[in-house]
């Protein structure tokens, strides 16, 4: 199983078991691909959150506010596109 799109799958798939505007770390889907080895896959993790975005299935925020992945320093969410931050 390739690793990027094991990340993707599972991006979403931890999405979809969320309420609507409900956000994930990138973390979670790392930990859900690879408990022992999820550190190593944190750069893979957000690069797959950012093929979404492309895909528009998801949206990158922090602090709440959605942000450009390329411009974003620090922890991220990941969010499904549409929820528009309701809670």
Same mark, same amino acid.
């Given at each position: %199983?390739?690793?990027? @799109?094991? /990340?993707?799958?599972?991006? #979403? &798939? #931890? #999405?979809?078991? $969320? *309420?609507?505007? @409900?956000?994930?770390?990138? =973390?979670?889907?790392?930990?859900?691909? =690879? +408990?022992?080895?999820?550190?190593? /896959? %944190?750069?893979? @993790? *957000? &690069?797959? &959150?950012?093929? #979404?975005?492309?895909?528009?299935?998801?949206? !990158?925020?922090?602090?709440?506010?959605?942000?450009? /992945? &390329? +411009?974003? $320093?620090?922890? !991220? *969410? !990941?969010?499904?596109?549409? +929820?528009?931050?309701?809670?």
């Amino acid at each position: %199983m390739e690793t990027s @799109a094991a /990340l993707e799958r599972t991006i #979403l &798939a #931890l #999405l979809a078991k $969320r *309420r609507p505007g @409900a956000t994930i770390c990138p =973390s979670d889907a790392a930990r859900a691909v =690879s +408990a022992d080895g999820w550190r190593e /896959l %944190m750069d893979d @993790a *957000r &690069a797959a &959150a950012g093929r #979404l975005v492309t895909s528009g299935d998801v949206e !990158i925020t922090q602090h709440g506010d959605v942000v450009d /992945l &390329a +411009a974003a $320093r620090g922890p !991220i *969410r !990941i969010r499904r596109t549409g +929820a528009g931050g309701q809670a």
